[in-house]
């Protein structure tokens, strides 16, 4: 409920409690599906969840006039090139990929007005704080971020503090990394 009203969220809560739901649909609800532009950015820390959320994405707008890409490094770069030309609105992507593609000028996040960015503990942990930062600077009409992990470190509450514009809601709903359901092997 707090997405859907369109305000920023610090979500921490446990791998696999349904954290991809909680913001697909809110970004969802923001589609404008006449404009066949980027409005969202999912960043993801891997090339798996970025299929994983791409996945969802397309499971609960299967019924929306919009569409939705996933792009990651390993996928032919010409591919991802002729998918965003078709007007994707919901862009899932790893940073390092999207770095490559904006430098070269195949995508424009000029018209995102959400970015989510999901499991940035990973993220962090993986060395792309600096390309988080570069994309996110990169948004001119940037209205709401949503942020989900699992835990968050000083480091990463330092850079929400700095980017986050405006009042910012904090969902702790869980200290625990994963739900007693998952195992780790």
Sequence with gaps: ???????NIIVQSQTGSGKTAAFCIPSLNVIDSKNRVPQVLILEPTRELACQTRDEVFNLSRHMRMGSLAVYGGSPMWKQKEALRAGAQIIIATPGRLMDLMERGWINLDSVTTL??????????????????????????????????????????????????????????????????????
């Design 116 to 185: 989510v960015l999901d499991e940035v503990d990973q993220m962090m942990d993986m060395g792309f704080a600096p390309a988080v930062t570069e994309i996110w600077e990169s948004m001119k009409a940037l209205k709401q971020v949503l942020t989900f992990s699992a835990t968050y470190t000083k480091e990463i509450t330092r850079m929400l503090d700095t980017h986050i514009q405006g009042e910012v809601e904090s969902l702790i709903l869980s200290k625990a990394p994963t739900v007693d359901t998952i195992d780790h092997v």
């Design 1 to 7: 409920p707090v997405a859907l009203a369109g305000k």
